[in-house]
């Protein structure tokens, strides 16, 4: 069975940083491409970043590059976002998910940035 | 950025209606079009992927249709469980955009 599970969410200061986790099992994380998908109080759904299988490809949404770093670690079955700078609008649950097309949701794991 | 733009917002429903929610691109994205629902609390879930491919495990009342800028969600024989928030995304190219979600309600 596909399992995400993630972690790392919790309550920081605007201009904090955080680093979330997605852990993968029951399929060969190293074959699939991963994403970031992030959604805000009451609000859609917003793509945040992505990262090929080897790691070799990255992309970010402008909203969050030069601030966020996606990662993984293909012998840990991981998948990690580094946040840094957080502003009040990256107040969300924070979602891993698998594929380009998003097959498998981890349960998400809230971010809450507030003084 | 390739806009996704789905309507209606909101629609109300009875259980057994059919029911279609449109999405529609700012430019053409092939086939690169994914549905998913979404109830409250939880993950989203994949329903429909490459515009028209039912993902496993998904009833087969929902369906999908479309290639270019115009794609369509239907579901069939509305069930009490398909009462969710149901969303667009294109996967042709990045960043990956979502449309706005149409909340599905029970009449």
């Known amino acids: 069975e596909v399992q995400l599970v993630e972690s790392g969410g919790g309550l920081v200061q605007p201009g904090g940083s955080l680093r979330l986790s997605c852990a993968a099992s029951?399929?060969?994380?190293?074959?699939?491409?991963m994403n970031w998908v992030r959604q805000a109080p009451g609000k859609g759904l917003e793509w945040v970043s992505y990262i090929s299988s080897s790691g070799s490809t990255i992309y970010y949404a402008d909203s969050v590059k030069g601030r966020f770093t996606i990662s993984r670690d293909n012998a840990k079955n991981s998948l990690y976002l580094q946040m840094n700078s957080l502003r009040a609008e990256d107040t969300a649950v924070y979602y891993c998910?698998?594929?380009?097309?998003?097959?498998?949701w981890g349960q998400g794991t809230l971010v809450t940035v507030s003084s | 950025d390739i806009q996704m733009t789905q309507s209606p917002s909101s629609l109300s429903a009875s259980v057994g209606d059919t029911v279609t929610i449109t999405c529609r691109a700012s430019?053409?994205?092939?086939?690169?079009l994914n549905w998913y629902q979404q109830k409250p609390g939880k993950a989203p879930k994949l329903l429909i992927y490459?515009?028209?491919s039912l993902q496993s495990g998904v009833p087969s009342r929902f369906s999908g249709s479309g290639s270019g800028t115009d794609f369509t969600l239907t579901i069939s024989s509305l069930q009490p469980e398909d009462f969710a928030t149901y969303y667009c995304?294109?996967?042709?190219?990045?960043?990956?955009?979502f449309g706005q979600g149409t909340k599905v309600e029970i009449k």
């Open positions: 998910a698998r594929d380009r097309s998003c097959d498998y």
């Open positions: 490459a515009a028209s």
């Open positions: 995304q294109q996967s042709y190219s990045t960043p990956w955009t």
């Open positions: 029951g399929f060969t994380f190293s074959s699939y491409e």
């Open positions: 430019l053409s994205i092939s086939s690169y």
